[in-house]
């Protein structure tokens, strides 16, 4: 009895050890500057700067130059990082449309899509994919 008992601890011990190993990284990950573009029912190319705070909290800014149109720069309204996935939500300069981004960190590539929804509807009025590389 004792025996089965200190091997099932052993193998628990070791099962929870690797789940600890397997968990997610922190969001630091996503920290950092990002070049890439988009592609979908409009195309450019952005910069976005990543920021985390001492307390852990991520930041950011967008700088977007649209193929067609001018380019405008944004404070990020939300970014949250949960292993090696990244979320971010930001507007358009009026506040008309809010933008998500989805994407997966990969070492420095970052690889997801978008989706614009304009805010009075609620409808979704554009969606595409967007890649990025770390600066």
């Known amino acids: 009895m004792r025996r089965t008992m200190f091997v099932?601890?052993?193998?628990?011990t070791s099962c929870?050890?690797?789940?600890?190993?397997?968990?997610p990284k922190s969001a630091a990950?996503?920290?950092?500057?990002?070049?890439?573009?988009?592609?979908?029912?409009?195309?450019?190319?952005?910069?976005?700067?990543?920021k985390k705070d001492a307390k852990?909290?991520?930041?950011?800014?967008?700088?977007?130059?649209?193929?067609?149109?001018?380019?405008?720069t944004v404070e990020v309204k939300s970014v949250e990082a949960l292993g090696?996935?990244?979320?971010?939500?930001?507007e358009d300069p009026p506040g008309e449309v809010e933008v998500t981004l989805r994407a997966v960190?990969?070492?420095?590539s970052l690889k997801g899509d978008y989706?614009?929804?304009?805010?009075?509807?609620g409808e979704e009025v554009e969606k595409g994919v967007v890649t990025a590389s770390r600066k």
């Open 29 to 50: 990950n996503a920290a950092g500057t990002w070049a890439g573009d988009w592609t979908g029912g409009s195309a450019g190319k952005f910069e976005m700067t990543i």
């Open 56 to 72: 852990g909290k991520l930041s950011a800014s967008l700088t977007a130059t649209p193929g067609k149109g001018g380019g405008y």
């Open 105 to 108: 960190i990969r070492g420095s």
């Open 16 to 23: 929870l050890g690797c789940l600890a190993y397997a968990q």
């Open 84 to 90: 090696s996935k990244l979320t971010c939500k930001f």
């Open 8 to 12: 099932s601890l052993i193998v628990l």
């Open 115 to 121: 989706s614009v929804r304009a805010k009075a509807s």
